[in-house]
């Protein structure tokens, strides 16, 4: 099988224009801790668990693994990519399949 190659770390302002072409995403932390995370509200608590539970499918799929925060009616979710210890066009692929998570068909 081959390797997929190490992705590449985005540049501060690759990262703003990125950031302004989704829906609520922000820029958490500093340094070698930068994310970009969002958090969605929902009616209940099991409304909430079926979110992250989704989350968690396309996270597997994609071998793109979020940090995942889950309250009452809140699921934040943080992607960031360990590898290059920033934020690469992978985080925000993800971040654009978690949102057509909830967009109706």
Not at 21 to 37: C, N, R
Not at 68 to 73: D, H, L
Request: glycine share 4%.
């Amino acid at each position: 099988m081959p390797v997929a190659p190490v992705p590449i770390a985005l540049a501060a302002t690759q990262i703003i224009a990125k950031l302004a072409q989704l829906t609520d995403w922000k820029l958490h932390g500093d340094g070698s801790e930068v994310a970009i995370e969002k958090a969605y509200h929902f009616a209940g608590y099991l409304q909430t668990m079926a979110f992250a539970n989704a989350v968690a499918f396309v996270a597997e799929r994609e071998n793109h693994h979020p940090e995942i925060v889950v309250q009452y009616k809140v699921c934040s979710v943080r992607f960031r990519t360990h590898d290059i210890g920033g934020i690469s066009i992978r985080d925000f692929e993800c971040a654009t399949q978690v949102d057509a998570l909830l967009q109706p068909n």
